[in-house]
């Protein structure tokens, strides 16, 4: 069956079921790890500076509560719904739980495509989202964040429309502009997170760093953080993609320009006038490299193309890259992989650390956010080559059952 067939959110509860076998956890509780708290889905009609009214949905799932409010990013993309945000929030849960940071999963969204929509139109767009949700936000009970298709302007109207009905409180959303109570580091926090998990299994694989090749799929915000940082370190990247397709040197390409033609002009890679092989956006994840950094969308990695893969270590930059059944082929193969929930964690520490400095009306130097992610995800790293080692399973698995562990025991606790 072709990767898009399958039901995303089913794809999550694999993994959450081979965690709960080895935990042992009844039906029931397995029951209540699965299922979402609430669901909402409604209607944002627009009326576009053409003049003619255009009907979007809006979508918020919230999925578990049990060891703090809701924690989630809006999604921007035409082709979002229901199921998608299920599988997301679900993943939202485990990543919390697995990083140890105060919130349950959300996920949420509207089925639009940004880049067709002038700045007035989304903005009208988002604040109509904010009015919908209105009391079921806030920053005890759900707290939004930037996305694919969304940034921190899109935060800062979440912000000005919440505050009209609610007062002024930054801590309702995260990742917003700093001149609004935003973090610093907050941008570049996944793919900063992403980078030091990398350089950390490459040491626990007796991989140099300094001589690594390493692929990334993706250079929005994710992706090309992360290569710069990466490149910093020493690290040759050989291989980036965006939607416009692919650019490969087996020396290393400049990441330097990279990194600057998207940030200031938005250029595809393919367009940079990289001294570089074009290629179809696809093969990338087939080259021949150290390292592969799946940092774009869902299901890349699946059934059918992961034995193509010849990357010894996959670090999952992006929520949901690699399907259950490829997973598990990749496991047999000996393929080392960095699951999502723990290599793209960087972005909601980050935004739990905004939370806090919101709520102290104090913010932190640069530095000492660097510091407390490391910390974070540090000791998340250490946790899962720990389960790993002692269960003998792969580090999804180990993931998946420490978080799994930790939300059912806040379960436990609260009581029903």
Known sequence: MHPERHSLAREVQAFVE???????????????????????????????????????????????????????????????????????????????????????GAKGGINCDPSTLAANEREVLTKRFVERMGPLLGPGRDIPAPDMGTSSQEMAWILDAYTEDYGYQPAVVTGKPLQLGGSPG?????????????????????????????????????????????????????????????????????????????????????????????????????????????????????????????????????????????????EKAGTTVVPDILANAGGVVVSYLEYVQNHQRYRWEESRIHDELERKLAAAWQDVRGRATSDDVSYRTAAYEIACQRVAEAIELRGF
């Open 18 to 104: 081979r965690a709960a076998d080895l935990l042992d956890i009844s039906d029931q509780m397995r029951d209540l790890l699965r299922s979402p708290y609430r669901e909402l889905q409604f209607e944002l009609p627009l009326r576009g500076n053409n003049g003619h009214l255009r009907e979007f949905r809006g979508f918020r799932v919230q999925h578990n509560q049990s060891r703090g409010p809701f924690k989630g990013g809006l999604r921007y993309h035409r082709d979002v719904n229901l199921d998608h945000f299920r599988a997301l929030a679900e993943t939202m849960t485990m990543k919390c739980a697995l990083v140890d940071v105060p919130f349950g």
């Open 186 to 330: 907050r941008a570049s926090a996944t793919g900063r997170g992403a980078m030091l998990l990398t350089a950390w299994v490459a040491e626990e694989h007796g991989i140099d760093l300094s001589q690594a090749s390493i692929a990334i799929q993706g250079f929005g915000k994710v992706g090309r953080h992360a290569a710069r940082l990466l490149a910093e370190r020493g690290a040759s990247i050989v291989a980036v993609s965006d939607s416009s397709g692919a650019v490969y040197n087996p020396a290393g390409l400049d990441v330097k320009k990279l990194f600057e033609a998207k940030e200031n002009n938005r250029t595809r890679v393919a367009d940079c006038g990289l001294d570089a092989e074009i290629i179809d956006g696809e093969e990338l994840l087939y080259r021949d490299v150290d390292i592969l950094i799946p940092a774009a969308i869902e299901r890349v990695i699946h059934g059918d193309n992961c034995r193509r893969i010849r990357a010894k270590v996959i670090v999952e930059a992006a929520n949901l890259p690699t399907t259950s059944d490829a997973d598990l082929a990749l």
